[in-house]
């Protein structure tokens, strides 16, 4: 019997993630955790007005999302111009592709750990009175800021996109019928709002048996910012990979389960 996986995603993401998981021979469901929504008109102007006056040392960019919200408000071609003058800095390799795409090369990346942790290690001994500006959505955690600024970094926000709830949509109603039933042998969470609002809906539809029915499936993290949410809510991955990936993720889950 193949393994059975749900996980929650943002929607666009969800028929690439749902190939990827059928071609590593799982049975998958998904659902949308979250909606998409562009950012604000300020956000871009404050950004733009930074980068094209070259007053950004470092430009960290949190998620391919957040490249892509980039490149549909500028365009390619602008978005390259705009951070020729600083050093680009890709979380992982999937947003590394994302900016190749659109004409522009992470100089830095992160070996194994494609997180915000993984990003702070590997600029710590670089930034101090340095500019660095985040690229990411209104949702991100405080890991990049905080270690950044330990740093000696002066960090800027770009929130070039923002998350809201999905609300309990058909797919997540029939992930939370298939948990109840006993018929997942995992399920996996690629964001630390993600998980919050996956468990949050759960306990919303029930109640005291929402937290025993997720503790009699095998829960997985993409990685430590997602892993230490779930810990905070009552919910420890057994499942963590070693690089940060969704792919690595679901191999994660066959190794463990299908020892």
């Known amino acids: ?70 490149a549909r408000r500028w365009g390619d071609e602008r978005l390259a111009s705009l951070f020729s003058g600083c050093r680009v800095v890709s979380i992982g390799p999937h947003t590394s592709d994302v900016l190749r795409l659109h004409g522009v090369v992470a100089g830095m990346m992160p070996q194994d750990d494609y997180s915000s942790y993984g990003v702070v290690d590997m600029l710590s001994g670089l930034v101090s009175g340095r500019k660095v500006m985040l690229v990411r959505s209104d949702s991100g955690s405080d890991v990049l800021v905080q270690g950044l600024e330990e740093a000696g970094a002066e960090v800027v926000l770009f929130q070039s996109y923002r998350l809201e709830e ?17 018929c997942l042998d995992a399920v996996a969470f690629t964001s630390p709002m993600s998980a919050s609002v996956f468990i949050g809906r759960l306990r919303e539809r029930f109640g005291d048996r929402a937290d025993s029915m997720l503790d009699s499936t095998a829960v997985a993290a993409i990685g430590r910012p997602t892993s230490m949410r779930l810990k905070e809510l009552g919910h420890p991955p057994r499942i963590v990979p070693e690089k940060t990936t969704f792919k690595d993720m679901l191999q994660a889950c066959l190794d463990v389960l299908e020892e």
């Open 1 to 70: 019997m193949s393994l059975r996986v749900a996980f929650t995603r943002p929607e666009d993401k969800i028929p690439e993630s749902l190939r990827l998981a059928e071609s590593l021979g799982m049975t998958a469901m998904a659902a949308p955790s979250l909606r998409i929504i562009e950012g604000v008109q300020e956000q871009f102007d404050a950004a733009e007005g930074l980068l094209s006056r070259n007053l950004v040392d470092f430009a960290v960019f949190g998620s391919g999302t957040a490249v892509e919200a980039c």
């Open 166 to 182: 999905a609300g309990e949509t058909p797919e997540l109603s029939r992930i939370f019928d298939a948990l109840e039933a006993g």
